[in-house]
C-alpha cells in the first residue's frame, strides 16, 4: 500500500497468477464492520467519477465503503508513482472531503484518474499517513517479500511542498499476537522499505524510527484535464 490515511488506501495488489490491480478505497462513516446494507445513506461514501476501465462498488467485511480497482500488469522490480488528492468541504453541519487517488501509467507518460469518493462526515485534510506491506493469502505466506518506499511528499493548501523523511514502525494483530515474527523494515538506497515472510527474524519493532535522505526537489505533477 503506497498512501494511506485516515479515511482510506491506495496502492497495488496481486490478485492471482494472471491478475494484478491498482487499488483505491474510502470507507464510510459509523462503525459497521461487515454489512454495507446496514450503513444509513447519509453516511455511505458516494462515487463522483471513475477513470476508463476503473471497476467500482461498495464493500463490506473489513469496514464498509467504496472500492475502486484498475487491472493493471504491474511489475515488481519498477518504480510507480501514486497521487492523492482531497479538498474538504465544511458547511454548517455537513461536512465532507472528496479524495481522489492518480496512477502514473509509464507506458503512456500521464497521471490516470483511478477514482473519486466523496466522504461524509468528514471535512479535513488526509492525515495519520502510513504505507504498508500485506499478504492476505496463507498459502504462500512462506514467501519473502519486500517493498520499497520513496520519494513522498505533501503539498499545503498554500501551495507549499514538504518533503517526507521519516516514518516510524508500526504492525499489526498478527505481528502483536507473535503469530508472525518474520517481518521488518528500515532504510536503504535512500528509501524506505519494509518486508514480510521467508522465517527471517524481525529486524524492527514496534515504535522504531526510520529516517531516508531528503531529495529536495519537489514533483511537477500535470493531471489530465477533464
Not at 3 to 32: A, L, T
Request: aromatic share 16%; with cysteine.
Amino acid at each position: 500500500m503506497s498512501c494511506g490515511w485516515h479515511r482510506g488506501y491506495f496502492g497495488m495488489q496481486v490478485n492471482g497468477p494472471d491478475e494484478r490491480r491498482i487499488i483505491f478505497s474510502v470507507w464510510d462513516s459509523g462503525k459497521e464492520p461487515d454489512d454495507r446494507a446496514k450503513v444509513r445513506y447519509e453516511d455511505q461514501v458516494t462515487l463522483l467519477a471513475k477513470g476508463d476501465s476503473v471497476v467500482a462498488h461498495g464493500f463490506g467485511g473489513e469496514g464498509t465503503g467504496g472500492h475502486s480497482h484498475w487491472v493493471y500488469d504491474w511489475k515488481a522490480g519498477q518504480t510507480y508513482k501514486f497521487l492523492m488528492h482531497a479538498v474538504p468541504f465544511v458547511k454548517g453541519k455537513d461536512s465532507t472531503t472528496q479524495y481522489s487517488a492518480y496512477f502514473f501509467v509509464p507506458e503512456h507518460n500521464e497521471w490516470k484518474l483511478i477514482a473519486s469518493f466523496r466522504a461524509p462526515k468528514d471535512g479535513k485534510y488526509m492525515s495519520h499517513l502510513y504505507s504498508f506491506l500485506e499478504n492476505f493469502s496463507f498459502e504462500n505466506g512462506h514467501v519473502y517479500r519486500k517493498g520499497y518506499y520513496g520519494n513522498h511528499w505533501i503539498k499545503t493548501p498554500q501551495g507549499e511542498w514538504i518533503e517526507l523523511t521519516k516514518a516510524r514502525f508500526t504492525n499489526d494483530a498478527t505481528a502483536r499476537a507473535k503469530d508472525r515474527l518474520d517481518f521488518g523494515g528500515g532504510s536503504e538506497n535512500g528509501m524506505f522499505y519494509l518486508w514480510t515472510a521467508g522465517f527471517i527474524p524481525a529486524n524492527a519493532k514496534l515504535g522504531d524510527t526510520f529516517e531516508r535522505p531528503a531529495i529536495g526537489r519537489a514533483p511537477l505533477i500535470e493531471l489530465p484535464k477533464f
